[in-house]
């Protein structure tokens, strides 16, 4: 019911045209208006996107009541991480100060990646038993070193799409010391209903320095191959921030598609309801099928597969569906991505019969 008209739904996968539930993509495909934006531009796409660019830097300020100076524009908040740990690290070094980031485990790991190379040193801090944050283990790490630590808190968290409250996250970032950074992702937070979620934005809005928060328009509005993602601070990390970012790094397409999806409130209910019916297709099957799954606050869900994974995905994909991977440390669990409510259905009719056949 929540498709729109342009989308590419998969009813029966085939060889040719699998079923993606792997990269945490949005299979509505972007808003009508969105498309249409993208072809409007077209004739004028030889210029370089200065005005297009300007113009969603402001809309983006806007609509968290920011100043243009709050925003950094990524190709991809891909782009703003690797900018804002780059930034960070060169400050530390030109302190003298050792740099190391803390990370939970398993995360999403582009913040890792991008230190590694710079000599940063990475701190992994698993999961508790219930596949949340361990933020007193990770404030610890924090306080017992002599440098500057970079924290990378995802929320919700990829793989496990969970959230960290904000009473809990919001006391640390306001009483940490001044040798501590925190980058904030929040790729999925449009996803989520959970009223203990409260966005990082708040906290730039009130004045806090040491922190940036990272957003995109990839996942909720379904642009993640028109590469728009942004990340907001005080304006004196965003100056920081800024020096590692590519010049002119927005394209023309993607900022007049990110444009109009901001202004597109009707989309972003019904991406939100279509994913919420599709989590609700999906876990009823799994609680049929009694498969462990952790309450998911995002577009894709990590579920307990019995037996090996590896094994389960190519089993998947001998159906021609794509149901991405385990996340070790968490060892026997899958991340599987919400596509619509329609492939989702075709999704859980083939787990069934895996687990009549007792593979799953
Ligand atoms: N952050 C998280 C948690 C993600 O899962 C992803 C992509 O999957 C990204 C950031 C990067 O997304 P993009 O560069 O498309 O904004």
Request: proline content about 5%; charged content about 15%.
């Amino acid at each position: 019911a929540a498709t729109p008209a342009n989308a590419a739904v998969i009813s029966f996968p085939t060889e040719k045209n699998p079923l993606l539930l792997n990269f945490n993509e949005n299979s509505l495909g972007m808003s009508a208006q969105a498309k249409q934006a993208v072809v409007d531009c077209l004739p004028t796409a030889f210029r370089y996107p200065d005005a297009a660019r300007a113009e969603l830097i402001e809309q983006i300020a806007a609509h968290f009541g920011l100043k243009s100076e709050n925003i950094t524009l990524g190709n991809g908040s891909s782009e703003t991480i690797q900018a804002a740990v780059q930034a960070i690290v060169l400050q530390a070094q030109q302190q003298q100060k050792k740099v190391q980031v803390i990370v939970p485990d398993p995360t999403f790991n582009y913040a890792e990646l991008y230190a590694k190379p710079l000599g940063a040193e990475i701190v992994k801090v698993p999961l508790n038993a219930k596949l949340e944050f361990d933020l007193a283990t990770m404030q610890a790490k924090a306080a017992g070193f002599a440098g500057k630590s970079i924290v990378y808190l995802c929320n919700p968290n990829n793989p496990t799409a969970t959230i960290t409250p904000a009473a809990t996250m919001d006391s640390w970032i306001k009483s940490a010391p001044a040798d501590t950074f925190f980058i904030v992702d929040e790729a999925y937070a449009e996803f989520v209903n959970d009223p203990a979620f409260k966005s990082a934005i708040g906290l730039v809005q009130s004045g806090q320095k040491n922190l940036i928060v990272t957003r995109t328009f990839s996942k909720i509005f379904a642009l993640a191959g028109l590469r728009i993602g942004y990340g907001i601070a005080a304006p004196e990390v965003i100056a920081q921030v800024e020096n590692f970012v590519s010049l002119d790094n927005t394209n023309t397409a993607g900022a007049v598609a990110a444009l109009a999806s901001l202004k597109d409130k009707t989309f972003v209910a019904m991406s939100r309801k279509s994913i919420d019916l599709s989590r609700q297709i999906v876990t009823s099957m799994l609680d049929e099928l009694n498969l462990e799954y952790v309450p998911s606050q995002a577009n894709f869900i990590f579920h307990k597969v019995n037996g090996d994974v590896k094994t389960y995905q190519d089993r998947m994909k001998q159906q021609n569906i794509y149901v991405g991977r385990e996340f070790p440390p968490a060892v026997g669990w899958n991340r599987l991505t919400l596509g619509t409510p329609q492939e989702m259905q075709v999704f859980v009719s083939v787990l069934k019969s895996f687990s009549a056949k007792g593979w799953v």
